[in-house]
């Protein structure tokens, strides 16, 4: 069953914009003065299926907007590497990807 539910996430739909969309976030990790390392490549990858994955739960075959913008933080904090003076601060990895998706603007969809 489980694999089932895995496989069934990869039929959910990401409308081409919100690839987009994830790739802006992801980028917008690794241009952070803040950030030692952003995510790579691979956490657009991962943000993709979680938000797939999400999207599955909730009932729908499609990903939206808000799909991305709730898990961007959680799926690449452990992908982010802060600056040690930032991180003194109280910064973390998941602040940087949450503060990108709520300044980046989000592509119409469906």
Known sequence: ????????????????????????LVRATRDDPRVE????????????????????LAGRDFVVPDDIKALAGPAL????????EPWIRGVRGGMSSAESSSRTPVPKVR
């Open 37 to 56: 390392v952003g995510a790579s490549p691979r956490g657009s990858l991962a943000l993709q299926k979680v938000a797939r994955a999400r999207a599955l």
């Open 1 to 24: 069953r489980f694999l089932a539910l895995q496989r069934a996430t990869e039929e959910v739909e990401l409308d081409p914009g919100l690839a987009e969309y994830i790739l802006v």
């Open 77 to 84: 904090a452990h992908r982010v590497i802060v600056k040690p």
